[in-house]
């Protein structure tokens, strides 16, 4: 082994994701596949026989049940995602997703070379999320907002509560059920390929950067090499301001 | 008809149905039933029982452009006989094509009669889309386009009525390609309060109960987001299902000919729009309370919703998508995706270990010379 050339780095450990971030994460992660499981077989039910009375049976009506239980969770969770980019760390803040520098744009640019097209580059460092994960996210807020809309409002026919009731207006945009229902199920294909994209970049980011990218939404931890503090040559797409 | 233009003052309604041979107990039960459906409280009889006996007839005009006339035949089908005959008949329908006795220019000047006689005050109700496509050749009547017909009778009508799905959302003629341009009567006339009844065709109870709030109030009914009377198209049909209980038990028809079927579970898996349609079929039946399809063993196929005609097939759930044609199934497209999304990462990580060799070889030579430094 050459390692008389090797350049051995000194790790320091960064906080990155905090707590509430990480409980959003798994609990969103949780509730996604609560909603997609229970999606398809309310969209395709299975076939199923009984002897006993219909009125004894309720199969259908938990696989509803717990679409509309995971539909609230996400709902919420979503809403105080939003909260924490205004009170969390610099990691979390909101200005890591929205694209409003030159240096984000830039950023995007270079992620798109090194990491998609596998360009010859300069390796970059992002410490949180690299600006086009960032734009990503932004983007899947963007069909959050898809899902609440047309998922309440599909829900609002049948609701008690006011909140879901405040939805009831969506349905007729789209001309009512039948258009709001399909572009639920739309996008719902958005998050499954979303899922299968984003796991395989975590382990992509680990595999080659070795910073403890799939543990961080464990403990939160990221590691980071000592040289970076030095240089500050790390990026953070829009520095906060405060 | 005719004669009935130049009376000074208009019949009642309860005038009318004395003339016609009904007893005040025909009337009543007539008033009690129609009071249901619309769905107000039990003192609310007295009203609608006194504003027929008092108000003179209504003056109606009904068109007739891109239908079928299903709505009218439906209409006049509905279960009491007094719908047919005071709202009908006797409604003083001062012009409809398929059911007035006049033809040719006696017909147009009766309606130019009305018109005249009774302006701001007739109530238009208008069964069948407008063909906006080649300026409106494919519906011309008396030499007149469907759209100038529209124009002139709605400018100086009360209120609209667009009967059934044609008049409210353009129906299968305005299916894609939609060749003539056929259009629903609210994006044609604006400022002017229209009730939207749709359904191919509308319930005939629902149809008279939609009159007789106009007659007896003297006001629209409340209507919803879509302008629909709120009354009949507030709830899903199939939220008023009977079959709904093997819905929630997870039981269903997996063809139409299947043993299931025979037991009368849930229509779900063959293609039911009842969960995406808001109509009152659950409730009030068709033909005299006999039956609707979804007790007849067929699913219900959203007659009564916009765009039904092109949103997915009649007879599977599946998610058609838009632009791709009606055999494009959304999961399809879901799972081509899918495939093509795995592909690419499994070419990405290939690449990766090829383009980023050096980089990840030097990671793993950092992280053997850590493992031999520590002392085991």
């Known amino acids: ?242 | 008809m005719f004669n009935e233009l130049d009376q000074t003052k208009q019949p009642t309604y309860y005038e009318e149905v004395e003339r016609k041979g009904y007893n005040r107990r025909d009337f009543l039960q007539f008033v009690s039933m129609m009071t249901a459906f619309i769905g107000l409280e039990n003192s609310a009889v007295g009203q609608v029982a006194k504003a027929l006996e008092t108000k003179p007839r209504v003056p109606v005009i009904w068109l007739h452009f891109q239908e079928c006339t299903c709505c009218s035949e439906s209409f006049i089908r509905s279960s009491h006989p007094m719908v047919a005959d005071i709202l009908l008949d006797k409604i003083s329908l001062d012009y409809t094509e398929t059911l007035m006795a006049a033809s040719g220019f006696q017909a147009e000047e009766a309606m130019q009669n009305t018109m005249k006689k009774y302006k701001g005050e007739y109530i238009l109700c208008v069964e069948g889309s407008v063909p906006m496509g080649a300026d409106g050749v494919y519906c011309m009547i008396g030499g007149k386009t469907s759209l100038q017909i529209l124009q002139e009778a709605a400018e100086n009508a009360k209120a609209i009525i667009a009967w059934g799905s044609c008049a409210s959302n353009g129906c299968v003629q305005a299916a894609k390609p939609n060749p003539t341009k056929a259009t629903p009567i609210h994006k044609l006339i604006k400022g002017k309060p229209i009730i939207k009844v749709p359904g191919c065709p509308p319930i005939g109870e629902v149809m008279a109960g939609v009159i007789v709030h106009l007659v007896a109030f003297d006001r629209i009914p409340e209507l919803d987001a879509l302008g629909r009377p709120k009354a009949f198209y507030s709830k899903r049909v199939h939220d008023t299902c009977y079959r709904r209980p093997f819905y929630d038990a997870g039981l269903y028809v997996e063809s139409f000919d299947d043993e299931n079927a025979k037991k009368g579970y849930c229509l779900y898996k063959v293609g039911c729009k009842g969960p995406t349609t808001y109509n009152a079929c659950g409730v009030m039946k068709w033909n005299n309370g006999t039956s609707f399809p979804i007790q007849s063993g067929h699913g219900c196929i959203g007659c009564s919703e916009e765009n039904y005609w092109d949103n997915g097939r009649l007879y599977e759930r599946a998610s058609s998508f838009a632009g791709f044609g009606i055999e494009a199934n959304a999961d399809d497209f879901g799972k081509v995706a899918l495939g093509v999304t795995g592909a690419a990462l499994a070419g990405h990580a290939v690449m990766t270990n090829i383009r980023k060799k050096k980089l990840i070889t030097s990671l793993e030579d950092e992280g053997k010379q850590s493992e031999h430094e520590l002392k085991s």
């Not at chain 1, 717990?66 to 205004?86: E, P, S, V």
């Not at chain 1, 899902?147 to 829900?155: I, P, V």
């Open chain 1, 1 to 242: 082994m050459k390692t008389k050339y090797l350049h051995v780095h000194r790790l320091r450990r960064v906080y990155v994701w905090e707590l509430p971030v990480r409980y959003y994460h798994w609990l969103n992660a949780l509730a996604i596949i609560a909603l997609i499981i229970t999606g398809f077989l309310i969209a395709s039910p299975l076939a199923l026989q009984s002897r006993e009375e219909a009125t004894m049976r309720f199969t259908m009506g938990w696989v509803r049940v717990i679409h509309f239980i995971a539909a609230y969770i996400f709902f919420f969770n979503f809403l105080f995602r939003l909260y924490w980019g205004f009170v969390g760390n610099k990691y979390a803040s909101w200005r890591q997703f929205i694209p409003t520098s030159k240096k984000f744009i830039k950023e995007m640019w270079t992620v798109f070379k090194i990491d998609i097209l596998m360009l010859r580059g300069k390796e970059h460092i992002s410490v949180g999320h690299n600006a086009m994960a960032g734009f990503i996210y932004f983007l899947t807020f963007w069909a959050f907002l898809v899902q609440c809309l047309t998922g309440f409002g599909l829900y609002a026919a049948m609701g008690t509560w006011w909140l879901p009731k405040m939805f009831a207006w969506v349905p007729p945009v789209f001309g009512g059920d039948i258009l709001t229902r399909q572009i639920h199920h739309w996008s719902m294909w958005f998050f499954i390929l979303f899922a299968v994209i984003h796991v395989y970049l975590v382990f992509y980011h680990d595999y080659i950067e070795g910073r403890g990218e799939i543990s961080s939404m464990g403990g939160g931890w990221k590691f980071i090499e000592e040289e970076v503090f030095q240089d500050e040559e790390h990026h953070t797409p829009n520095k906060p301001t405060n």
